[in-house]
């Protein structure tokens, strides 16, 4: 990732999110921050009436545990701030890796577990002319019209920025009151998700349909990453069994097939839709042997793991680029209940 300055270190993220950072903060200056291991209090003390001071703290507490997971490769799908179904499976899965209790609770132990890499939650970034060149457009939901586009872009600068490090959009702008995400050479903060150890090829993917992830394996059968997916529905589930991958397609020209489809709208017609990272099925697509099924990326970050699909394992649009990384032709895949 190219031009991801030095941490930046706030007092506390408070500042950051009223926008009170001292006007000599710049990318590589060091300001106090209370150290990572002290996790911030849930609740205001017993006598002390400041439930915005407290509802501060606990997204402070969640914003970094999951910056902290997904740098570990547990992603928590997109960063918001939030704890859901998503966090709650990354937590589990971490907490396994470490011979802890699998609660999905962000708890003390599972927190000093977390913050034995202490890079801060949030680092300065730049913005290059490559984020602010759009063209940005809103992205039509018609099949028929998208096909209609010569590119699938992003609608907005925060939307590219969001999926650049792993973040809700919103999330984005509320870290940078007063930033303008259309202007080159703005100074942002956006969170610490780069840099985290390297992913080693994997020797096997499995899909969970229950719990809505998809898990990669290494050659002894560790563990060594977990994505939330969509993973089928009623009307196309998941073909459950063992397959492999044909091949891995970055960036993939969609061809629509309204005949696939079961709630494909009458008049619709064969189709070729552009590629781009709002492409149906965003910026990879892994072929599957089972026909007509793959892993692939989504316009739509933030429904990944809970909504449906069509059979097929989505994932966001970082997680799929990350899994195409260490997988290739001939590795096995286990799609289970």
């Given amino acids: 990732m190219k031009n991801i300055a030095a941490p930046l270190l706030v007092s506390t993220m408070a500042a950051v999110l009223a926008g009170a950072l001292p006007a000599t903060a710049t990318a590589g200056q060091q300001m106090p921050q209370p150290a990572p291991q002290a996790a911030p209090q849930q609740a205001a003390q017993p006598g002390v009436s400041d439930p915005a001071a407290a509802e501060r703290a606990e997204f402070e507490r969640l914003l970094r545990a999951q910056v902290l997971l997904d740098r570990l490769h547990f992603s928590p799908g997109e960063i918001d701030g939030a704890y859901g179904s998503n966090m709650r499976q990354a937590l589990a899965s971490f907490q396994k890796s470490r011979n802890l209790e699998a609660s999905g609770k962000l708890d003390d132990a599972t927190w000093n577990a977390l913050n034995t890499d202490t890079t801060p939650t949030l680092t300065a970034y730049v913005l290059t002319n490559e984020d602010v060149a759009g063209p940005f457009q809103p992205i039509p939901e018609d099949m028929m019209d998208k096909a209609k ?3 699938l872009g992003y609608a907005s600068p925060a939307e590219g920025l969001g999926e650049k490090f792993h973040a809700s959009p919103d999330l984005i ?12 050479g703005e100074q942002i903060v956006v969170p610490s998700v780069h840099g985290g150890p390297t ?4 020797s096997k993917v499995v899909v969970s349909d229950s719990r809505k992830v998809l898990m990669l394996f290494d050659g002894a059968d560790r563990l060594i990453a977990q994505y939330p997916a ?6 196309d589930p998941l073909p459950i069994g063992e397959w492999k991958i044909e091949g891995v397609h970055p960036n993939p020209t969609y061809h629509y097939n309204p005949k696939l489809f079961w709630d494909a709208e009458p008049g619709d017609k064969k189709a070729k839709v552009a590629p781009g990272p709002n492409n149906p099925v965003g910026v990879v697509w892994i072929d599957l042997s089972k026909p007509h099924y793959g892993i692939h990326g989504t316009p739509v970050p933030k429904f990944i793991g809970k909504t449906e699909s069509h059979g097929c394992i989505r994932l966001t649009n970082w997680s799929a680029a990350e899994v195409a990384a260490v997988v290739a032709a001939g590795t096995q895949v286990v799609l289970q209940e």
């Fill in 173 to 184: 702008v509320r870290l940078n009151p007063g930033k303008n995400l259309a202007k080159a």
């Fill in 199 to 202: 992913l080693p090829a994997a």
């Fill in 149 to 151: 586009l010569p590119k």
């Fill in 230 to 235: 969509s993973t089928g529905s009623q009307y």
